[in-house]
């Protein structure tokens, strides 16, 4: 039995404001059930010997941080319309 019911999308589409035909209900509720069903999955992995993260980048895996000299501000700025002062010039769109 799924655990996303037609109501349910039914629902929280009343809820949002959303105007959703029949056909888009049934859609949303198998593809959510099947978000459930891979949480669920997730949820039944035996993580004990693994060691918590504060997020993903923190694996170690991010090259060095080295200083280089690669003139991209000098050839940005060379195929711009209107540089001045080492920036970008552009129209006004905003009264001020």
Known sequence: MPRVTIETVEHVARLARLSLTREECLTFARQLDQVLDHAASIEGLDLAEVEPMSHAGAS???????ARDAHVEREALAAA????????????????
């Not at 170690?60 to 080295?66: C, P």
């Open 60 to 66: 170690g895996a991010l090259r060095a941080d080295t």
């Open 81 to 96: 319309p209107d540089a001045s002062d080492r920036l970008f010039r552009v129209p006004r769109i905003l009264p001020g």
